[in-house]
């Protein structure tokens, strides 16, 4: 079975533009995370999707956003680049979310390494 | 809102010896969960092991196994006969039964294995 897939792998972004991230959760998984990883704040969750629906989000600004597809694919966009947002996005999957789901273990993808000129 | 500490940004242990990693964590909650991942060079977290606050018995996976006291809200990890494959970042994390999926995360110890 296929592992969680994100591109692309690095990025190279100049202050000011936007940037779409993805990623492809392992079949069967229908929850999607995202985090944010720096050396100075370490690992900071963004938000989760399930079902296409936003389920949680982190302490993030706007500029952050994200969307799942039916097929549990899901993106994430930020807009109006700063040099903080240079970062390791790291994208989690599991197989649904709460209750029954709350013991799952997520399973992460390599991330995409963005950096911000 | 619930926090997890780790102490030791480095630790060092020599190939084939056991070595121990820290984690603190506050929380109101009585019902949550506990992971440890590792996180080697090529940058994919990896699930170690994890433990569930409602049980009392650790959590162990082959040459991983976990110290849970619930009341000193601790959760550590050792790790036995150490190989070269070991070294890596180890992040403890935190997940509540109230907060979907979220992780809170540890700021990580880097783990040296020495041969």
């Known amino acids: 079975k296929a592992g969680v897939t994100q591109t692309p792998r690095y990025l190279i972004k100049t202050r000011g533009q936007q940037v779409t991230l993805s990623c492809s959760p392992i079949?069967?998984?229908?929850?999607v995370s995202w985090y944010q990883q720096t050396p100075g704040q370490g690992l900071q969750f963004l938000f989760e999707y399930f079902s296409e629906t936003q389920r949680n989000k982190g302490n993030f600004p706007g500029r952050f956003s994200g969307r799942q597809f039916s097929n549990s694919r899901s993106e994430m966009n930020v807009s109006t680049l700063e040099l903080g947002d240079s970062a390791l996005y790291l994208c989690?999957?599991?197989?649904?979310?709460?209750?029954?789901?709350?013991?799952?273990?997520?399973?992460f993808g390599d991330g995409t390494r963005l950096s911000i000129l | 809102a619930q926090t997890v500490t780790q102490s030791q940004p480095e630790m060092s242990v020599q190939e084939a010896e056991t070595v121990t990693l820290s984690c603190t964590y506050d929380t109101s909650e009585s019902d949550y969960y506990l992971f440890w991942y590792k996180q080697p060079p090529s940058r994919q977290m990896i699930l170690v092991i994890r433990q569930e606050a409602y049980k009392q018995q650790n959590a162990t996976e082959n040459r991983f196994s976990v110290n849970f006291q619930k009341a000193a809200k601790s959760f550590s990890l050792k790790i036995s006969d150490s190989q070269l494959g070991d070294a890596a970042m180890y992040f403890c994390?935190?997940?509540?039964?109230?907060?979907?999926?979220?992780?809170?995360f540890g700021q990580g110890t880097r783990l040296t294995i020495n041969p």
């Open positions: 994390a935190y997940r509540s039964p109230e907060g979907a999926q979220k992780l809170v």
């Open positions: 079949s069967g998984h229908r929850s």
């Open positions: 989690a999957s599991s197989l649904g979310t709460g209750g029954a789901y709350s013991n799952q273990p997520q399973h």
